[in-house]
């Protein structure tokens, strides 16, 4: 067990003062708070620093030499905490981002590139579900939420005293595999047999047999990728090498989705609010 910086302070305040009542008041203690406290310094050393006669604490030789080693190190301390600490406080500021895995590769090569003409700040990525984004919004545990709404979760976020602001469109494309497309005579022939690969969102929405849902297009495209069927994705999100792996079949398929549109969304009074409009007007 090792000795605190409270009984390191108690020790020099009862040193000083000889005194266990105005040491007790100087350290807003009670006698018997103080007085265990320094009890419990000299249990953890395994000597005593005082003799006690007639209800007096009189330093001993090995409280003198306590004393003298111990004192330095405080005054050291004091020091360091009027001046690094302060000096410390003025760090980068981090601005933390919650966000889909739709959005993590595309605004991470957008503020890699930010950073290399400007490096005051420093951020940090929180990759989760759109219902955690709301509720770290909520808790400002987030400083900004890069998130898709509809018009009951913008209201809301504007009740609570968030602005909203918009982003970009998603557009969907649909894609299949190009390896699994080699082997096709017409695609058009083969898609009638092959799954239809969605946002489980999207369920209710179009009303499709034979199809997979999953809950995110990072799983959507995995899915995609390996063959396993046809399916819809953000064309403008996808990274050069992911759509190298895919073919474009916008023509050859009946179904169509919707354009969504994404948000931007942070508390009205953000002290990162400059921060947060350079990295999300940046085009």
């Given at each position: 067990?090792?000795?605190?910086?409270?009984?390191?302070?108690?020790?020099?305040?009862?040193?000083?003062?000889?005194?266990?009542?105005?040491?007790?008041?100087?350290?807003?203690?009670?006698?018997?708070?103080?007085?265990?406290?320094?009890?419990?310094?000299?249990?953890?050393?395994?000597?005593?620093?005082?003799?006690r006669?007639?209800?007096?604490?009189?330093?001993?030789?090995?409280?003198?030499?306590?004393?003298?080693?111990?004192?330095?190190?405080?005054?050291?301390?004091?020091?360091?905490?009027?001046?690094?600490?302060?000096?410390?406080?003025?760090?980068?500021?981090?601005?933390?981002?919650?966000?889909?895995q739709?959005?993590?590769?595309?605004?991470?090569?957008?503020?890699?590139?930010?950073?290399?003409?400007d490096?005051?700040?420093?951020?940090?990525?929180?990759?989760?579900?759109?219902?955690?984004?709301?509720?770290?919004?909520?808790?400002?545990?987030?400083?900004?939420?890069?998130?898709?709404?509809?018009?009951?979760?913008k209201?809301?976020?504007?009740?609570?005293?968030?602005?909203?602001?918009?982003?970009?469109?998603?557009?969907?494309?649909?894609?299949?595999?190009?390896?699994?497309?080699?082997?096709?005579?017409?695609?058009?022939?083969?898609?009638?047999?092959?799954?239809?690969?969605?946002?489980?969102?999207?369920?209710?929405?179009?009303?499709?047999?034979?199809?997979?849902?999953?809950?995110?297009?990072?799983?959507?495209?995995?899915?995609?990728?390996?063959?396993?069927?046809?399916?819809?994705?953000?064309?403008?999100?996808?990274?050069?090498?992911?759509?190298?792996?895919?073919?474009?079949?916008?023509?050859?398929?009946?179904?169509?989705?919707?354009?969504?549109?994404?948000?931007y969304?942070y508390?009205?009074?953000?002290?990162?609010?400059?921060?947060?409009?350079?990295?999300f007007?940046?085009?």
């Amino acid at each position: 067990m090792n000795y605190t910086l409270q009984q390191l302070r108690v020790f020099i305040s009862v040193y000083e003062l000889k005194s266990l009542r105005q040491s007790a008041e100087a350290m807003f203690l009670t006698p018997p708070a103080l007085t265990k406290q320094l009890q419990n310094l000299e249990d953890i050393i395994g000597f005593q620093l005082f003799e006690r006669t007639n209800n007096k604490l009189i330093a001993n030789n090995k409280g003198h030499a306590f004393y003298t080693l111990i004192k330095p190190m405080l005054l050291e301390f004091d020091r360091i905490n009027q001046l690094e600490l302060p000096f410390l406080k003025h760090k980068k500021p981090t601005l933390k981002i919650a966000l889909s895995q739709i959005f993590e590769q595309s605004l991470f090569c957008k503020i890699s590139q930010i950073m290399q003409l400007d490096q005051s700040f420093d951020y940090d990525l929180v990759v989760e579900n759109k219902t955690k984004h709301i509720e770290l919004l909520l808790k400002h545990e987030v400083d900004v939420a890069l998130v898709v709404l509809n018009e009951g979760e913008k209201n809301m976020l504007k009740d609570h005293g968030f602005d909203v602001r918009l982003y970009t469109d998603i557009i969907f494309d649909a894609y299949i595999s190009r390896d699994l497309a080699k082997g096709f005579n017409g695609i058009e022939q083969e898609l009638k047999t092959l799954k239809c690969i969605m946002q489980t969102q999207l369920k209710d929405m179009l009303q499709i047999k034979n199809a997979l849902y999953f809950s995110s297009y990072t799983t959507i495209l995995h899915a995609i990728s390996q063959g396993i069927g046809y399916g819809f994705l953000p064309t403008a999100l996808l990274a050069v090498q992911e759509k190298e792996m895919l073919l474009n079949i916008n023509k050859q398929i009946p179904e169509n989705i919707a354009n969504m549109q994404s948000y931007y969304v942070y508390a009205q009074n953000s002290p990162l609010l400059s921060l947060i409009e350079m990295v999300f007007n940046a085009r």
